[in-house]
């Protein structure tokens, strides 16, 4: 019990300890995307706070952080800090924007040595991408950020024209070709084989010798065998051996 008692209480101190530096650590980093963001609308709308400026982007800047920065237990200041141009405001100068809020812990001897409640910081810088290079205006802004009305009028609904169907291309007919029965030119005169050949069905200048002729001489050797059926337009070779 002496031993429970005396190491209880530091247990529960580390416990709380951690716990306090797990939510201001996750705040940090909540934070840190809040500036982020920040800095880049600023970045894409430098103009808003020139003079005049525009009222509408100051308005959703402070908007942004603050929908942004919506419950991570951290106390922002009263006032939007605006972002800041310390180069400038030209293409590519740095949009600064630096955030401290106040962090509430919940453990009373850690908030003693450390301070309760606890700032919080957190900075991001961009570069500038608006603008204008020789009077040639450069990058764009966000839309209008006026709040739309009941009476605002929806765009009219592009209609889209019905697409007429491609009439298919029919596919062309294809003749068969007609199969001829190859002759016997073996032991036939060379200078008689061009008739037999044509006789048959086939295109005389589709019988080929060799050697040519003349001379004439008696054929021994054909290329199609005799009797075959085959298309009327196929070629033959025939020779002497």
């Known amino acids: 019990m002496v031993e ?19 939510r201001v650590f996750l705040g940090w980093v909540t934070l840190t995307s809040v500036v982020r963001e920040a800095a880049n609308f600023a970045a894409i709308n430098p103009g808003a706070w020139d003079t005049p400026g525009s009222p509408n982007a100051r308005a959703e800047y402070a908007r ?3 929908a942004e920065a919506n419950g991570i237990n951290c106390t922002l200041p009263g006032t939007v800090p605006d972002p800041t141009f310390p180069s400038g405001s030209d ?21 003693n040595l450390l301070g309760n409640p606890l ?23 966000l ?8 009476t605002d009028t929806p765009p009219p609904t592009e209609t889209t024209e019905p697409t007429a169907t491609p ?6 007919i294809i003749t068969p070709v007609p199969n001829c029965t190859v002759p016997d030119l073996k032991n036939v005169d ?3 084989a ?40 196929s070629s033959m070779t025939v020779s002497p051996s």
């Open 4 to 22: 429970f008692a005396i190491s209880f209480p530091v247990v529960l101190l580390m416990v709380l300890f951690g716990v306090d530096f797990g």
């Open 64 to 66: 942004l952080i603050n």
């Open 91 to 111: 293409l590519g100068s740095p949009a600064i924007v630096s955030i401290t809020c106040q962090f509430s812990l919940i453990t009373p001897i850690i908030g």
């Open 119 to 141: 700032d919080v910081s957190a900075s991001a810088s961009f570069p500038i991408r608006s603008g204008a290079i020789d009077g040639i205006p450069i990058g764009g802004t």
């Open 143 to 150: 839309p209008s950020f006026s709040p739309a009305t009941a």
């Open 167 to 172: 009439i298919p291309t029919p596919s062309p």
């Open 190 to 192: 060379s200078s008689a």
């Open 194 to 233: 061009p008739t037999t050949w044509a006789n048959a069905g086939f295109a005389a200048n589709n019988l080929a010798f060799n050697p040519l002729v003349p001379p004439h001489y008696t054929i021994k050797k054909q290329t199609l065998t005799k009797n075959a059926s085959v298309p009327c337009t």
